[in-house]
């Protein structure tokens, strides 16, 4: 007699589940130092200081540890740190040297934080399915990082969002928001960030926020639901911590750490660290072509980019899209082996002899690029954008609307202090001994609130890049003539409408509120300013709207900070004029 067992839809279904994630986590191959100087494996790089911290803006998230993980760089910043979350703006480690031991397969890194006296070591081996990771120390923690020290791994918020994680057994869910729990420090226990600055506006309450671990425990494992993002996490010393960034910066990261010991030397921590590595899997090729288009007569090429262990296709397809939505073969052809570039393979695919104008689409194998045109004007309006929106955007001094969107409002009306002498700014501006100027250091340069767009990122007036966009504007118009109205520009009102023709061509208007702002600095300076720029660093990392970076009222020194008389303000958060003078400057009349 058979057995039949009959179970509830549902409950198959999961089981069905589970079986396939079991099946995608069978034995994976070894993680193995290739001769790039970097640990892999088919579907996971481990790279140890391969790219390190170069000190402009301090941490960039492409330094230390990192793991590329089926083809997303899901974590980086592996390094020795000094805080539970580390900013953009804090304290980094030199890399002192970096040598890889190709004969017993071992990455070995020397860090030092020079202002501390404190250097470690850490070697990276392959151990198992993953990496085994030491630390090492000469000398104990110097006593004032005793507590702060502490080994970390950045994660990518994004590979992680609503997925879940166990930590020693417990469940917990990785937040779209950052949620977790804060506290307030007295700045006494703060590690100074780079230079002195500060990215905390702490409103004169001498305090910071450090904010608490999520989870805690020795075993971490990182979305078991899903085995491309699967990471094993163990450590043998310290606990381990699992911080969201994000409480302090939009650009924060979740974050792995341990906490190295007190008084104690030679090796004092120990991770293995074991990224799921699902068999056989290939990273999908990408086609790379212009998404603007092609001019018939153009060479026309496409380059796809494989990974290393996948074996090329002979040829690649060019189907043209018809008005009723069908593809029409109209070019296959062989492909081209271009070579290796780094971590990829390359082939070109030459689709030029096709010139009749019409949309088309790339295909290689199962992938397929979106449409693209080839047609004779496909340049014509491909600057559109970039005048009709972007520049207005960038706008300095104005209210800036666009129909229903008000972009910012009109920002830096305070404009701007003298910067003191031998001033290094963080954003690599700086003071030499002299003003260059009849002001005195901090003395209101009047005028200058009017014209500039701000720099790209951020919203200082950067002078070289304005003379060259409006060098470029004017030989525009000179050679071309351009026109197009779609800007409207009160400069009475300070206001900008996008979309909104005013009977000016708006190139002409351009190069006029580039060349207000150069003007205003050669005849209220007596030359043109490096640059023009927030002094505090809380104000340099706004996100916001740019008329709120500043309190639009000129500073007044006889008021306290935050204080106002309703025309100015006792907060030092105007702009300041870098203007050391390279050159000869001219002397207003």
Not at 59 to 68: F, M, W
Not at 446 to 458: I, K, Q, R, S
Not at 516 to 531: D, T
Not at 566 to 577: Q, V
Request: proline share 8%; net charge negative; with cysteine.
């Amino acid at each position: 007699m058979q057995l039949k067992i009959y179970l509830p839809k549902p409950v198959m279904m999961v089981m069905a589940l589970i079986f396939c994630l079991s099946s995608l986590r069978g034995t994976a191959q070894k993680l193995k130092l290739n001769k790039l100087g970097y640990f892999e494996t088919p579907g996971v790089n481990v790279l140890v200081f391969s790219n390190q911290y170069n000190g402009i803006f301090q941490d960039e998230k492409t330094a230390g540890v990192e793991l590329i993980h089926h083809g997303v760089r899901t974590i980086t910043g592996g390094a020795v740190r000094l805080q539970n979350t580390p900013e953009q703006w804090d304290l980094v480690p030199t890399l002192v040297n970096r040598k890889v031991d190709s004969v017993n397969h071992q990455i070995d890194v020397t860090m030092r934080y020079a202002d501390y006296d404190f250097d470690s070591r850490i070697t990276v081996t392959p151990k198992g399915n993953g990496v085994e990771l030491n630390l090492f120390l000469d000398k104990p923690v110097p006593e004032k990082l005793v507590g702060r020290a502490g080994f970390n791994l950045e994660i990518i918020p994004s590979a992680y969002f609503e997925k879940t994680f166990l930590i020693d057994g417990k469940p917990g869910e990785f937040p779209l928001y950052p949620a977790g729990l804060t506290k307030m420090l007295p700045s006494s226990q703060k590690i100074p960030q780079f230079a002195g600055h500060s990215t905390f506006d702490d409103r004169g309450r001498n305090e910071f926020i450090e904010p608490a671990p999520l989870a805690t425990g020795k075993t971490l494992v990182m979305a078991p639901e899903d085995p491309e993002r699967t990471i094993k996490i163990q450590s043998f010393d310290a606990d381990l911590k699992l911080f969201d960034g994000r409480s302090l910066a939009q650009n924060g990261w979740f974050i792995v750490r341990s906490l190295l010991p007190a008084g104690k030397t030679g090796k004092v921590l120990t991770w293995y660290i074991e990224p799921n590595a699902v068999p056989g899997w290939k990273r999908a090729p990408v086609i790379e072509f212009s998404q603007v288009g092609y001019r018939p007569e153009q060479q026309k090429t496409a380059v796809i980019e494989l990974d290393k262990n996948d074996s090329p296709l002979q040829t690649a397809t060019l189907f043209e899209v018809t008005p009723d939505g069908k593809y029409v073969e109209r070019l296959k052809a062989a492909v081209q082996h271009w070579g290796q570039f780094t971590r990829y393979n390359y082939l070109k695919f030459d689709f030029s002899s096709v010139k009749k104008a019409g949309l088309y689409v790339i295909a290689y194998g199962d992938q397929k690029t979106n449409a693209f045109p080839i047609n004779a004007n496909v340049y014509e309006n491909i600057g559109h954008p970039t005048m009709d929106v972007w520049f207005p955007v960038q706008m300095d001094h104005m209210m800036v609307n666009e129909a229903y969107r008000v972009w910012h409002g009109a920002p830096f009306l305070d404009d701007a202090l003298q910067a003191p002498p031998n001033h290094q700014h963080f954003d690599t501006y700086q003071m030499g001994p002299t003003t260059d100027t009849k002001y005195k250091p901090l003395e209101r340069i009047p005028g200058l609130n009017v014209g500039g767009w701000f720099d790209a990122g951020d919203f200082d007036v950067e002078t070289p890049s304005h003379c060259s966009v409006v060098l470029n504007f004017v030989e525009a118009w000179e050679n071309f003539k351009i026109d197009r109205d779609e800007t409207y520009v009160d400069y009475p009102t300070r206001y900008v409408d996008i979309h909104r023709p005013d009977g000016k061509p708006d190139l002409l208007q351009q190069i006029e509120h580039g060349t207000l702002n150069l003007v205003a600095q050669v005849v209220n300076i007596g030359h043109p300013a490096r640059g023009i720029i927030v002094p505090n660093l809380h104000q340099y990392h706004h996100l916001g709207d740019a008329v709120n970076e500043t309190d639009n009222l000129p500073y007044n020194a006889s008021l306290k900070p935050y204080q106002t008389d309703g025309k100015s303000s006792g907060t030092m958060d105007d702009r300041w004029a870098f203007t050391t003078n390279p050159v000869r400057r001219y002397t207003p009349p």
